[in-house]
Every structure is written in C-alpha cells, then in structure tokens.
C-alpha cells in the first residue's frame, strides 16, 4: 500500500510538471533572444545543494562549457548551474552534453524548465552552424 501511495504522488507530480510546461512552453525564438548565454556545455558532476533561507533544495551542476553558440553572460570555462528539486527540475546526467539556454536568477545560472534546453544529440538541429545562423534571426 506505501509503495502504491509513492508511486501516485510522483505519477502526480509528473502530470503536474508536465501540464505547467505545456501551457507555459518558450518558444526557440523567444528563448534565443531572452537567455543571457546560449551554450553547448558537458556535465561534469551534480552537487547536491541543501535547503537553505537562500534558496530552495536542489542540484549544482558543473558544466565544461564546450561552444558558445550567443550571447556574453558566461565568460568561464567551467559554470555551475542550479537546478531546484520540484516538480519541474531540469535533471541532468554527468558525461552528457547539452544545449544550454542559460538565465540568470540572483547570484544562479539556471535553465528555464519550460525551454529549449536538453541533450545535444536529442535537439532539433543537425548542426551548431545551423542553429548559430537561427540564432543570428
């Protein structure tokens, strides 16, 4: 009965996240010309962050940026990104690369939950010479 009780609260918490982006989804467009660094980064390692009267519990990710494709809001080599733990947490895996569409909330990177960002190779373009030329729109 505990296990079933578990598994309707995160089946729950999934159709909620899943609702909230779909009425709220960033267009490619709009996410291009609004994120302070567009950027194609590789993770290297996922932090946990304990809840604090700063900021929500959630993970630190360290990316290697690898390719800024637009934008000057990232000028390092390594960033770290937060990500809270909710319902619409943009979870990450450490080895992966990612296109990134970075915003800043405070003193955080963060990535719009709702937006473009996710695994390279999972993205709509081909090339990164394809979406620098959208970018450029």
Not at 37 to 66: C, K, Q, R, W
Not at 87 to 93: A, D, E, I, S, W
Not at 122 to 134: H, M, R, T
């Amino acid at each position: 009965m505990k296990t079933w009780i578990v598994s309707l609260a995160i089946a729950a918490a999934s159709a909620t996240c899943l609702a909230q982006c779909q009425s709220n989804r960033v267009s490619l467009n709009q996410e291009l010309h609004e994120a302070g660094t567009t950027m194609v980064a590789t993770v290297e390692a996922a932090v946990p962050v304990p809840d604090s009267s700063f900021h929500l519990d959630g993970i630190n990710y360290i990316v290697h940026v690898d390719r800024v494709i637009k934008g000057r809001m990232v000028d390092r080599d390594v960033v770290d990104i937060f990500s809270e733990n909710s319902p619409t947490k943009f979870p990450m895996q450490t080895g992966k690369q990612y296109l990134l569409f970075i915003h800043r909330n405070y003193n955080d990177y963060e990535v719009d939950n709702c937006g473009n960002s996710g695994l390279l190779q999972a993205s709509n373009f081909d090339s990164l010479a394809k979406l620098k030329e959208y970018a450029k729109k």
